[in-house]
T-cell receptor
Framework: NAGVTQTPKFQVLKTGQSMTLQCAQD?????MSWYRQDPGMGLRLIHY???????DQGEVPNGYNVSRSTTEDFPLRLLSAAPSQTSVYFC?????????????????FGAGSRLTVL | AQKVTQAQTEISVVEKEDVTLDCVYE???????LFWYKQPPSGELVFLIR??????QNEISGRYSWNFQKSTSSFNFTITASQVVDSAVYFC???????????FGQGTILTVHP
């Protein structure tokens, strides 16, 4: 049982480049989310999805796009990378279909992706 | 809005000492959930506990215990007889009905020295 798989684990980009962080889960979880972790800031929610075809913004969505075409996958796209997007990114999933019930379920996290933008 | 504050940025203890990690939260909701997650040096986040706002009973799990006090909006985490393997970053988190999204505190870095 793989859980939540994130790729790549490390990536270095130049300012203005684009890239996609991949996230896949094999637990049939409806809820998926992306967080970024910065020193002294904790984890901040970027985008989330409560099911295929449904996405919504979190606390810090600017500069990021997401889509959810399948239950399993939830990629995070950086269209034009900026140094401020240097961070560690975590994908997380849980069962549930929305609202407090979804958010209140225990999250299963991926191993993280460390992104550096020069 | 909701907010979680972990005022202790870093704590350093010697093995076998007891240590308490503080978590103070703000929410206007009457229904909410609180969490603690652990992030060991390997980097992955691991769930420790979840409490709902209607259950103020303290909980003990082995060397870990949690003290939930609605009167002071606190959800503190105590490790008894700390061990080197407890060294990690610990996050407190909150979700309430009105915001509907999980909010994490800044995290507390715990270092347990042998």
């Amino acid at each position: 049982n793989a859980g939540v798989t994130q790729t790549p684990k490390f990536q270095v980009l130049k300012t203005g480049q684009s890239m996609t962080l991949q996230c896949a889960q094999d637990m049939n979880h409806e809820y998926m989310s992306w967080y970024r972790q910065d020193p002294g800031m904790g984890l901040r929610l970027i985008h989330y999805s409560v099911g295929a075809g449904i996405t919504d913004q979190g606390e810090v969505p600017n500069g990021y796009n997401v889509s959810r075409s399948t239950t399993e996958d939830f990629p995070l796209r950086l269209l034009s990378a900026a140094p401020s997007q240097t961070s560690v990114y975590f994908c997380a999933s849980s069962s549930g279909t929305g609202g407090l019930r979804s958010g209140a379920n225990v999250l299963t996290f991926g191993a993280g992706s460390r992104l550096t933008v020069l | 809005a909701q907010k979680v504050t972990q005022a202790q940025t870093e704590i350093s203890v010697v093995e076998k000492e007891d240590v308490t990690l503080d978590c103070v939260y703000e929410t206007r909701d009457t229904t909410y959930y609180l969490f603690w997650y652990k992030q060991p040096p390997s980097g992955e986040l691991v769930f420790l506990i979840r409490r709902n706002s209607f259950d103020e009973q303290n909980e003990i799990s082995g060397r870990y215990s949690w003290n939930f006090q609605k009167s002071t909006s606190s959800f503190n985490f105590t490790i008894t007889a700390s061990q080197v393997v407890d060294s990690a970053v610990y996050f407190c988190a909150l979700i309430g009905t009105s915001y509907g999204k999980l909010t994490f505190g800044q995290g507390t870095i715990l270092t347990v020295h042998p």
